[in-house]
């Protein structure tokens, strides 16, 4: 029965698409905001479909103000549609508001253009007090906290609690960047990370998402490079890097190989030292086998690649 009043509220909300004018973002937003909710709730929650179905789009009215330039996302007619007060509307509203935590600019449920426009997303504090933009604060190569935090904030706070052994914290981190973006391959590499040396099963899932998202973001079509110098494409080439290792540990030394070699031919100076992996599989060596050894490592890369030809120095 609950399930059914989790479909019926989605339906009720997408019967009037057209009249909202409804973009593939805002489907998927408000989907996303009523999922948050019935999770938090835990499907325990006695408003009708139609009060949730109102209570949810005024939400997500609110939060982008929409209604300030289409009256239709006003909490009069949202509350009208679904023949709702609109004090009562608004009461629950407060509630979804309230127990989601939600801010303004709030990146979890806020159309991309709107999230993007906060004008406190670039600035930063110095350890002084002094507020100035991100950039300045990098530039001068002085220690800053962002006021308002992304997913690639959430990203690189996780990376500096693994590197300091706080993994409980770092795991928190990556969650919240995937609050943001469900979709964030480098959320998923952060996870598998979190995971790869106490529950090898549970890296390999996060890593494998994270490399079904990257072939998703190119279409099940590997470009001819994917530029590690532009950062945003770090993440994707991470998710093939990881995902190869997760495949090495368990035993999959063909997959292992494949991948490794994909890095080669996407990433073109090798950035990663997917070649010393290739070299080590050559040679029949076993993911715990490895050894840190650069030395170890470049006479060993030497050996196998005169044997095959597999890398040639950019």
């Known amino acids: 029965m609950d399930d059914d009043k989790h479909r019926q509220v989605l339906e009720l909300i997408l019967r009037n698409r057209e009249l909202l004018k409804f973009t593939g973002e805002d489907e998927k937003l408000v989907a996303k905001l009523w999922a948050a909710y019935w999770k938090k709730?835990?499907?325990?929650?006695?408003?009708?479909?139609?009060?949730?179905?109102?209570?949810?789009?005024?939400?997500?009215?609110?939060?982008n103000h929409l209604w300030e330039n289409d009256k239709n996302w006003t909490l009069t007619n949202i509350a009208a549609i679904y023949d709702q007060k609109p004090k009562t509307t608004g009461n629950n509203y407060s509630q979804i508001r309230k127990l989601l935590k939600i801010e303004l600019w709030d990146d979890r449920f806020c159309r991309k253009d709107f999230a993007d426009s906060n004008p406190f997303k670039e600035m930063a504090m110095l350890q002084t007090g002094f507020i100035t933009t991100k950039n300045n604060a990098i530039q001068s190569c002085i220690p800053f906290t962002p006021l308002k935090k992304d997913k690639n904030d959430y990203y690189y706070d996780g990376m500096d609690f693994l590197d300091e052994g706080y993994v409980k914290d770092a795991e928190k981190c990556f969650k919240k960047a995937l609050a943001i973006d469900?979709?964030?391959?480098?959320?998923?590499?952060?996870?598998?990370?979190?995971?790869?040396?106490?529950?090898?099963?549970?890296?390999k899932k996060y890593f494998e998402k994270a490399y079904e998202l990257t072939k998703a973001h190119f279409k099940g079509k590997w470009p001819k490079e994917i530029n590690w110098g532009i950062l945003e494409n770090r993440q994707y080439l991470r998710s093939i890097h990881y995902y190869g290792l997760a495949l090495w540990k368990e035993g999959n030394a063909e997959k292992a190989m494949e991948l490794f070699k994909l890095l080669l031919s996407l990433n073109k100076y090798d950035n990663q030292g997917a070649r010393f992996l290739v070299a080590e599989l050559y040679a029949g060596i076993k993911y715990e086998e490895t050894e840190e050894n650069l030395a170890k490592e470049?006479?060993?890369?030497?050996?196998q690649n005169r044997k095959h030809r597999f890398w040639k120095q950019k």
């Open 182 to 203: 469900d979709e964030f391959v480098d959320a998923y590499n952060g996870l598998g990370t979190v995971h790869f040396w106490d529950d090898a099963q549970k890296a």
């Open 41 to 63: 709730r835990k499907g325990e929650i006695r408003l009708s479909p139609e009060a949730l179905a109102a209570a949810l789009l005024w939400q997500y009215s609110s939060m």
């Open 298 to 303: 470049e006479k060993l890369l030497q050996e």
